[in-house]
C-alpha cells in the first residue's frame, strides 16, 4: 500500500522542527504543516468527504495550497488542481467531468465563481481568506479538532491521488489521471537523480497546478525533508533577492522566466554570482534562446538541467541525473529508474504490430509514472496508447550516446513543399538575433507550398523589419532553403497557455489569413 501522505507523514516526523514553506515572510515548520492538514482532513471527513471523492483546488500560491493535497490524501480523496486561467466556462467543465465533491478556493475566486456555485448547490466550498466562516481554512486550523485526525480510509498505491487537467489549448481541457503510484514514483526518481537532501532550498515559482512547479519542483522537496520558498507572482528581480537573501540551493524557470531573469542581471551591473548558493537550476517548458541560456549558463556557473516533462508522465521524464553534464540544446537522457522508451517512425503509428524504430520520430513512453488515461475519454485512450505504449506527439532525436534533442510536436510539424520542417530547428536560429526578443514558427496555408513556415517574432526594441529576419536566416547557411521563413510578423507578445508555453493553436487562428507586414 502506497499512500503520499505516508510518506508526507514521515518528512513530519524527522524534520518536525524544520522550516518547510516560507511564504510572503510567514514559515511553517513541518509540524505545524502537519497540524494544519490534520485539521483539514478531520473537517472534511466531518462533511462527509472520503476515499474516492474528488475536490478541486483553486487557490493562488500558499501554504493552503499544500496543505489542500496532504489532507485530502489522508482521507482518501483526490486532488484535482485547477488552472486559475481557466475561463469560467472550462472550470464548469471540470467541475461537472470530475464529478467534484468540492472545491478549496479563496476569497477572490469565491467571488469570480459566483455563477457556477449557484448552478451547482451541492459542491461543498472551503474558502481562503473569509474572515468568521465555519468553512474558512483559519477557523478549520483553529478549531477544535485541530491535530486529532485519525487515519481510518486509505488509498492504495493504484487508486487516484490526482487528476490534473491540460490547459486545452484546443477544445476543452483534458483530465490525466494519476495514481499514488504514479506520483511516488516520480517524485523518488527526482530526488534520485537529483540527489536532494533535507539542506536543499528550494525557490518555486511555477504555478502549482502545473507539473513542474508541483511534481519536478514541490513534491520532492516535502518528500525529502527540504524547504520551499514560494514565489507566488512572477517577478524576476524578487527572485534574484529571494535567491540570494534565503540561500536557494536548486529553483526551476520556464523558458520566459529565463529571458527576464537574464535581462534583470544584465541591468544590475554591482550583481555577483558568488552571492548565489545554487547547487543546480532546472528549466524548460518550451525552447529557450541560445544566446539567452548561453549568457545564463555562464553567469551562474552551475549545473543546468534542462527538462521534458508531461502531465502524462506525472512530471518529470527526461534531464540530468547529478553528475551529468548539461549539453546544449538537448534534453538529457530518459529516467531509467521510472520509464522506458521507444522513438518511432511517425508514419507507423497507425500499423498495428509494425511500429518502426528510428533515430528520429514520435516518442512513445511506458512505466511507472505512465497515466493509465484520461478521465472519460475513451476515444482520446484509444488514440494516445499504441500496443501499450503513451504516445507523446513529440518527435525527438536520439543520440548513440542517449542524449536526446527535442524538435517539436508532430501536430506543429510544417509539411512545405513535400518536406517536413520542425519549428524549433526555425526558431533556435532566429531567436540567435540580437534584436530578437521571443520567437515562434508555425505552419499556415498557402496555395503552392501547402504550408508556409511562418515567424512570429517579439523585438528586443522598435525597428526590427520583418525583412530584417528573412535576410538574417538567409545569410545563414546553416539553415536548408526550404526551411527559410516565407512569411515574418512582428508582434509586441506572444499568447501562452496556463503553463507558461507559447500558445501555437492560438497563434495559427491570429496569423492563418494574414498577409506580411498586417
Known amino acids: 500500500m502506497v499512500n503520499l501522505a505516508s510518506y508526507l507523514d514521515r ?3 524527522e524534520y518536525s522542527k524544520n522550516t518547510v514553506i516560507e511564504e510572503s515572510g510567514r514559515q511553517v515548520s513541518y509540524d505545524d504543516y502537519g497540524r ?9 471527513s466531518g462533511i462527509g468527504i472520503g476515499r474516492d471523492d474528488r475536490l478541486g483546488i483553486l487557490l493562488p500560491m500558499s501554504v493552503d495550497y499544500l496543505v489542500s493535497f496532504y489532507a485530502l490524501w489522508k482521507v482518501g480523496a483526490v486532488a484535482v488542481p485547477i488552472n486559475n486561467r481557466f475561463s469560467l466556462e472550462d472550470i464548469q467543465f471540470v467541475i461537472s467531468d470530475a464529478g467534484l465533491k468540492g472545491l478549496l478556493l479563496s476569497s477572490q475566486e469565491r467571488d469570480r465563481l459566483e455563477p457556477i456555485l449557484r448552478l451547482n448547490p451541492s459542491l461543498r466550498v472551503i474558502v481562503q481568506g473569509q474572515e468568521g466562516a465555519s468553512n ?4 478549520i486550523y483553529a478549531s477544535e479538532h485541530a491535530g486529532d485526525w485519525r487515519a481510518e480510509t486509505w488509498a492504495l498505491d493504484d487508486d487516484e491521488a490526482m487528476v490534473m487537467y491540460t490547459s486545452g489549448t484546443t477544445g476543452k481541457p483534458k483530465g490525466v489521471r494519476q495514481t499514488h503510484r504514479n ?4 517524485i523518488h526518481m527526482v530526488m534520485d537523480a537529483w540527489k536532494l537532501s533535507s539542506s536543499d532550498v528550494l525557490l518555486n515559482n511555477v504555478p502549482l497546478f502545473h507539473v513542474g512547479g508541483l511534481q519536478c519542483g514541490t513534491f520532492p522537496a516535502l518528500f525529502s525533508g527540504g524547504k520551499i520558498i514560494l514565489l507566488p507572482k512572477w517577478n524576476a528581480r524578487e527572485w534574484i533577492d529571494l535567491s540570494i537573501n534565503r540561500k536557494a540551493t536548486w529553483s526551476g524557470l520556464v523558458s520566459t522566466m529565463v529571458v527576464d531573469t537574464v535581462n534583470n542581471i544584465k541591468s544590475m551591473a554591482d550583481l555577483r554570482r558568488d552571492k548565489f548558493s545554487y547547487r ?7 525552447p529557450t534562446p541560445d544566446p539567452v541560456i548561453s549568457y545564463f549558463d555562464e553567469f551562474f556557473k552551475v549545473p543546468l538541467r534542462e527538462i521534458y516533462g508531461l502531465t502524462e508522465a506525472s512530471g518529470l521524464v527526461i534531464s540530468y541525473k547529478e553528475g551529468q553534464k ?3 540544446g538537448s534534453m538529457g537522457y530518459i529516467m531509467k529508474q521510472a520509464a522506458e522508451f521507444r522513438v518511432v517512425k511517425p508514419e507507423s503509428l497507425g500499423n498495428k504490430g509494425k511500429l518502426k524504430d528510428s ?18 475519454r475513451p476515444d482520446l485512450n484509444g488514440e494516445r496508447f499504441v500496443e501499450g505504449w503513451f504516445n507523446t506527439k513529440d518527435i525527438v532525436r536520439v543520440h548513440r550516446d542517449g542524449l536526446m534533442y527535442y524538435l517539436g510536436r508532430i501536430d506543429e510539424m510544417i509539411i512545405s513543399g513535400g518536406e ?3 519549428p524549433q530547428e526555425v526558431e533556435s536560429l532566429i531567436s540567435s538575433h540580437p534584436e530578437v526578443k521571443e520567437v515562434a514558427v508555425i505552419g499556415v496555408p498557402h496555395e503552392r507550398w501547402i504550408e508556409a513556415v511562418t515567424a512570429i517574432v517579439v523585438p528586443k526594441k522598435d525597428g526590427l523589419k520583418p525583412e530584417d529576419v528573412i535576410q538574417f536566416c538567409e545569410r545563414n547557411t546553416s539553415l536548408a532553403s526550404y526551411k527559410r521563413p516565407k512569411k515574418v510578423f512582428i508582434s509586441n507578445e506572444l499568447p501562452k497557455t496556463g503553463s507558461g508555453k507559447i500558445n501555437k493553436a492560438a497563434l495559427k487562428e491570429i496569423y492563418g489569413k494574414k498577409q506580411d507586414g498586417e
Open 183 to 186: 506520483n511516488s514514483s516520480s
Open 359 to 376: 533515430e528520429e520520430g514520435v516518442l512513445l513512453l511506458r512505466g511507472d509514472t505512465i497515466t493509465e488515461g484520461y478521465l472519460n
Open 280 to 286: 543546480f537550476i532546472f528549466f524548460g517548458g518550451s
Open 36 to 44: 494544519m492538514a490534520d485539521s483539514l482532513a478531520s473537517y472534511l
Open 326 to 328: 548539461w549539453k546544449h
Open 136 to 139: 474558512s481554512f483559519s477557523h
Open 420 to 422: 517536413n520542417i520542425y
Open 11 to 13: 518528512s513530519v516526523r
